[in-house]
């Protein structure tokens, strides 16, 4: 069983950065992609960045152009979001994922983390 754990969400003011990891463990699976996902209360969920996993290839938001930043650690088998320039839209529970091809959906969700932003 694939596992994706997010962590690194938490109150920070407005301006601020926070870093999201998302960790992989469990059965060795081969990603074609992964990406972040968030959900604020009353809304649906939306895409926010993704990263090919080989390549490295990076796809934002256009709310999240400039500010956020996707990376990855292959060695960990860990991804990350630099969250700079945090406004108060962008509250919201961020969400991990991982995809195995291009032609999938994606297949496995991490439990979902926490960010609030205080003006």
């Known amino acids: 069983q694939v596992q994706l754990v997010e962590s690194g969400g938490g109150l920070v003011q407005a301006g601020g950065s926070l870093r999201l990891s998302c960790a992989a463990s469990?059965?060795?699976?081969?990603?074609?992609?992964r990406g972040w996902f968030r959900q604020a209360p009353g809304k649906e969920r939306e895409f926010v960045a993704s990263?090919?996993?080989?390549?490295?290839?990076?796809s934002y938001a256009d709310s999240v152009k400039g500010r956020f930043t996707i990376s990855r650690d292959n060695a960990k088998n860990t991804m990350l979001l630099q969250m700079n320039s945090l406004k108060p839209e962008d509250p919201a529970v961020y969400y991990c994922?991982?995809?195995?091809?291009?032609?999938?959906?994606?297949?496995?969700w991490g439990q979902g983390t926490q960010v609030t932003v205080s003006s």
């Open positions: 994922a991982a995809r195995t091809n291009i032609y999938t959906a994606y297949e496995y």
């Open positions: 990263i090919t996993w080989t390549s490295g290839a990076t």
């Open positions: 469990g059965r060795t699976f081969s990603s074609y992609a």
